[in-house]
């Protein structure tokens, strides 16, 4: 069964950088689809941060485009988030979700269960 | 960039209602809209796809509708387990836009 996990430090310092991973069970990532990543600042809506094909083609939200890196790690079966020069506005709960592609980014249909980052000294 | 604005941002209604949230782009974008679900804790869950598609498993009481720029997501007869913050979402341009959100509490 398809499984989806986030991990990384649930606290991050201003100015620092923001890194997570999202391991993949139950499907070879390298095999089909795409992976992205969605935050959601507590209290408020949904935010796309970016996408990634299993070829390895990006997509980000404009917003947030000049600070994020999205990658795949095939030989764990994970990808990862990378977000530089993080405030307060960056703390939120992150996603990860699996988009079977329009192609291009679609919707996401597979979610992991999320992780809650906090920018904070 | 394309804007979609939600409407209403919450309502409460009663079990057994019919309850119809919309979602209005600030241009043309055919059919490219999706519905998701949000209960309190949890991740989203897509419910339905490209404007009036029901994902699979997902109850029948859900659907949605429109094209265009205006869009509607109806649940025929509100369940208490259908308490839950729903978002439409637009794709397009290489890009994905989330609505801000319908709240929808039982009365």
């Known amino acids: 069964q398809l499984r989806l996990q986030e991990s990384g430090p649930g606290l991050v310092q201003p100015s620092e950088t923001l890194s997570l991973t999202c391991a993949v069970s139950?499907?070879?990532?390298?095999?089909?689809?795409?992976w992205g990543w969605v935050r959601q600042p507590p209290g408020k809506g949904l935010e796309w941060i970016g996408t990634i094909h299993h070829s390895g083609n990006t997509y980000f939200n404009p917003s947030l485009q000049s600070r994020v890196t999205i990658s795949l790690d095939t030989s764990k079966n994970q990808f990862s988030l990378t977000l530089t020069s993080v405030t307060a506005a960056d703390t939120a709960m992150y996603y990860c979700?699996?988009?079977?592609?329009?192609?291009?980014?679609?919707?996401?249909?597979?979610w992991g269960q999320g992780i809650l980052v906090t920018v904070s000294s | 960039d394309i804007q979609m604005t939600q409407s209403p941002s919450s309502l409460s209604a009663s079990v057994g209602d019919r309850v119809t949230i919309t979602c209005q782009a600030s241009q043309d974008i055919n059919d490219y809209l999706n519905w998701y679900q949000q209960r309190p804790g949890k991740a989203p869950k897509l419910l339905i796809y490209d404007a009036s598609n029901v994902e699979t498993g997902v109850p029948s009481r859900f659907s949605g509708g429109g094209s265009g720029t205006d869009f509607t997501f109806t649940i025929s007869s509100l369940q208490p387990e259908d308490i839950a913050t729903y978002y439409c979402q637009h794709y397009n341009n290489l890009l994905l836009t989330f609505g801000g959100g319908t709240k929808v509490e039982i009365k």
């Open positions: 139950g499907y070879s990532i390298d095999s089909g689809y795409y």
């Open positions: 979700a699996r988009d079977p592609g329009a192609p291009g980014p679609y919707y996401f249909h597979l």
